[in-house]
């Protein structure tokens, strides 16, 4: 599944763009609490084509726009909106890819290191040199059930 090694300088270059896409975008994002992002309508695909005609139509129709509402502020959001989905969902597909190879490379290293474990772990049963020692080791970093800490009766009475 996974078998193509990402160059050490790639992924250096992926991580400097990354940052400077963030960089450059980070003037004009905002940061919404969890209440407020629950509480705003959202614009999505769904509701993306009432709002670009409302828009087109707003504009050419100013006579129906209520005076409170800011066309300017209108277009500036519309716009802004719209770039951003294009964005998003560039991004998501980077995202995806990532996690989807994440998950894959981690798998197959887990399942690696899990062969590796086990090999020690029957040399050292054998008294293989050495095999003890590194058993050991992964044995006090190996992911599984920790047994529970037995309460010491003597030292819990005094």
């Not at 980070?26 to 992002?37: G, W």
């Not at 090999?119 to 003890?132: C, E, H, P, Q, W």
């Amino acid at each position: 599944m996974h078998n193509k090694a990402i160059p050490a300088n790639v992924s250096k270059e992926v991580k400097e763009k990354l940052t400077e896409a963030f960089n450059l975008l980070h003037p004009y994002m905002i940061a919404l609490t969890p209440a407020e992002r629950q509480r705003l309508p959202k614009m999505g695909e769904k509701t993306l084509s009432f709002v670009s005609k409302a828009y087109e139509l707003a504009q050419n129709n100013q006579n129906f726009c209520p005076q409170y509402l800011d066309m300017n502020e209108f277009r500036i959001d519309y716009e802004d909106a719209t770039q951003l989905l294009v964005l998003k969902t560039i991004v998501n597909q980077v995202y995806e890819g990532i996690v989807d190879t994440e998950i894959a490379a981690g798998s197959e290293a887990y399942q690696a290191a899990l062969l590796f474990y086990d090999a020690v772990k029957t040399a050292a049963k054998k008294d293989v040199y050495g095999a003890k020692a590194i058993y050991e080791e992964l044995k006090k970093r190996f992911p599984g059930r920790r047994k529970p800490d037995v309460p010491n009766s003597e030292t819990d009475s005094k």
